[in-house]
């Protein structure tokens, strides 16, 4: 993708950690239990584990934001990382109709 500036894509757990969790000083432990799961699903979700639809309803739930927002993010995350990984293998393969 010559012309493109390409950026790390950042996971939902990024974000928590970079973005939200600061503003409120909560570890693990008590977001975890603010949350309503154990510890190590919310350790998994910071160290970039998939963040799933009963996940997007929880954060949704305690940010005050919608579960979209949340799914939105893992969205833009996963493509990043197939971009990254695959973009140009893919287009490389891949012929549009108008080509045949």
């Known amino acids: 993708m010559?012309?493109?500036v390409r950026i790390t894509p950042?996971?939902?757990?990024?974000h928590l950690r970079e973005d939200?969790?600061?503003?409120?000083?909560?570890?693990a432990p008590?977001?975890?239990?603010?949350?309503?799961v154990d510890r190590q699903r919310v350790v998994r979700l910071l160290k970039g584990a998939r963040?799933?639809?009963?996940?997007a309803l929880r954060l949704a739930a305690f940010f005050g934001t919608t579960p979209e927002f949340w799914m939105n993010l893992q969205s833009?995350?996963?493509?990043g990382i197939a971009?990254?990984?695959?973009g140009d293998k893919i287009r490389g393969e891949v012929?549009?109709?108008?080509?045949?």
């Open 95 to 100: 012929e549009p109709p108008d080509s045949a």
């Open 30 to 36: 008590t977001f975890a239990k603010r949350l309503g």
């Open 10 to 14: 950042q996971s939902v757990g990024d």
């Open 2 to 4: 010559d012309g493109y």
């Open 76 to 79: 833009a995350y996963e493509l």
């Open 83 to 86: 971009e990254r990984d695959a």
């Open 51 to 55: 963040c799933d639809a009963d996940m």
């Open 20 to 27: 939200f969790l600061p503003d409120y000083d909560l570890k």
